[in-house]
């Protein structure tokens, strides 16, 4: 089964060195949404307004030299 890892960019970068096991790229597009979601409803970034664009970035590797598969993009317009 794939190993999935999904950064978090805005403005600096929060890797994830450990990813999830999935059984495609379907369940890593889930997976993608479900942690955006919980970055909305927890704010875990901090304050959400204080980062007007950031993204999730689902890739083959630990590194940000691994392979990007999808990007899920969040934007907040003035």
């Known amino acids: 089964m794939p190993r999935y890892f ?3 960019h805005d403005g600096g970068s ?3 060195d450990v ?3 999935l ?3 379907s369940a890593a597009r889930t997976a993608a949404i479900e942690l955006s979601g919980e970055i909305l409803k927890s704010d875990l970034m901090g304050p959400f307004f204080d980062h ?3 993204q999730v970035q689902v890739s083959d ?3 940000l030299g ?3 598969l999808f990007v899920l993009q969040f934007s907040v317009a003035q």
């Open 23 to 25: 059984p495609d790229i």
């Open 52 to 54: 007007l664009s950031w």
């Open 66 to 68: 691994g392979r990007s």
């Open 14 to 16: 929060v890797l994830d």
């Open 6 to 8: 999904f950064h978090i």
């Open 19 to 21: 990813g999830l096991e």
């Open 61 to 63: 590797s630990p590194d």
